[in-house]
């Protein structure tokens, strides 16, 4: 099978501070000589280095990577919004992007007039538009506002209507960034379906998404970018794994940083009767253990010092994902285990047969409180767990790793 798009060694590098934002930049950049310049000067970096793939007449292709990758400029290099330094891209057949899908709106102008002016900016001539016009309309949902100039349309109304006119073109090839985010689920659907029918009719579709189903759902290859570079390109089920552990270990790397810059601020009260000297993270045979995975059993040794006889102390376990959002928590006490009085060093050990957390970035606050929980003697909240990302079915958003099972009857 021949291909749509070929994307030979391309590199394009910018300047800090340099943004080009819409297709209003588009027309500058068509008459702009390329920059065969491949050194950095002062404040320029390289947005995409060295990059290349070629895409097959009607393949549905994912293209995944953190924030800064180089998506979304790869993107507009295919849509010709810029430039490439270096390198060579080739485009078989009729592109239609939806990247800024109001880029060639005009806010004075009624949205009937924006649908022409859009369309014709997208390539579609007038007789084209005539016939498609009442489907754009309706697919958008702004048909009571359509002769009200786009000036007093919701953000979500302007975002729907540059969606529908976009989607209607009946491309050859389709480069999408994240614009099925637009308006409420409902639209979103529709946004998803629609993509769906052009991928049945045969169209080429790029796809950038943090949504790990949808890309799923309709890649089957995607490629991962990090830093402007490829680091995976494959079977979304190779991939998409290996994206979320690159995203695990960047926002593990921002918690230590918080963490450590925290923990210089604030100051141990050395005249706490009892004190968390040191945790350690175990295997089972005791050996240290840094990367975890679902199901593998927890266990943390506590090593703690009290400085003077404290009655009873209850010892506390939170784990807390990335985003603030508290797991679990696990009482000394409520397992049965009642200490008496302590003095001197003590070793306490903290297990989970079975961790069923999904994978993700979770920090462990260690904490110990007096018999009765009205006050803690000491906060410790500098240790990291980290679940990594090696079966499928455990992406997303869901804090546990369910074990269920589904019958029929």
């Given at each position: 099978m021949s291909n749509a798009i070929e994307f030979t060694n391309v590199w394009k590098k910018f300047k800090k501070g340099e943004k080009i934002?819409?297709?209003?930049?588009?027309?500058?950049?068509?008459?702009?000589?390329?920059?065969?310049?491949?050194?950095?000067?002062?404040?320029?970096?390289?947005a995409v280095k060295d990059v290349s793939f070629n895409i097959e007449k009607g393949g549905v292709i994912g293209i995944m990577g953190p924030n800064g990758a180089g998506k979304s400029t790869i993107l507009k290099l295919l849509s010709r919004i810029i430039v490439p330094n270096e390198g060579s891209i080739k485009i078989i057949g009729r592109l239609s992007a939806l990247i800024e899908v109001t880029a060639g709106f005009h806010s004075e102008l009624t949205g009937r007039?924006?649908?022409?002016?859009?369309?014709?900016?997208?390539?579609?001539?007038?007789?084209?538009?005539?016939?498609?016009?009442?489907?754009?309309?309706?697919?958008?949902?702004?048909?009571?506002?359509?002769?009200?100039?786009?000036?007093?349309?919701?953000?979500?109304?302007?975002?729907?209507?540059?969606?529908?006119?976009?989607?209607?073109?009946?491309?050859?090839?389709?480069?999408?960034?994240?614009?099925?985010s637009v308006g409420d689920i409902a639209f979103q659907a529709k946004c998803a379906q629609k993509i769906r029918e052009l991928l049945h009719s045969g169209a080429t579709i790029v796809l950038v998404s943090h949504q790990l189903d949808m890309i799923q759902s309709l890649c089957k290859r995607v490629i991962l970018l990090r830093r402007g570079e490829v680091v995976m390109d494959g079977d979304v089920d190779e991939v998409i794994p290996h994206y979320q552990n690159i995203v695990n270990h960047e926002i593990e790397a921002e918690m230590k940083g918080k963490l450590g810059s925290n923990a210089e601020k604030v100051k141990v009260d050395t005249s706490s009767a009892i004190e968390i000297k040191n945790v350690r993270m175990v295997k089972s045979d005791g050996a240290p253990q840094e990367n975890f995975s679902v199901g593998d059993a927890l266990h943390f040794i506590i090593n703690v010092t009290a400085r003077e006889e404290v009655e009873s102390p209850i010892f506390k376990v939170d784990i807390v994902r990335s985003d603030g959002v508290l797991c679990c928590s696990s009482f000394s006490d409520k397992t049965g285990l009642i200490l008496g009085n302590v003095k001197g060093d003590l070793t306490m050990n903290f297990v989970m047969d079975k961790l069923l957390l999904t994978p993700s970035i979770y920090m462990v606050k260690f904490s110990v409180w007096d018999k009765n929980k009205i006050h803690s003697y000491h906060v410790r909240n500098q240790d990291i767990l980290r679940i990594d990302m090696d079966q499928m079915e455990y992406r997303g958003g869901p804090v546990l790793a369910l074990e269920a099972k589904w019958s029929v009857s």
């Open positions: 934002n819409s297709l209003r930049d588009a027309i500058p950049n068509l008459f702009k000589r390329k920059d065969r310049n491949l050194t950095l000067e002062e404040r320029e970096f390289w007039e924006n649908v022409y002016l859009n369309a014709t900016i997208l390539g579609m001539r007038k007789k084209e538009i005539d016939a498609k016009f009442d489907d754009i309309v309706e697919f958008s949902g702004v048909r009571e506002f359509i002769d009200t100039p786009v000036k007093r349309y919701s953000s979500g109304m302007y975002s729907r209507l540059g969606f529908s006119v976009a989607a209607h073109m009946e491309p050859d090839i389709l480069l999408v960034d994240e614009v099925l």
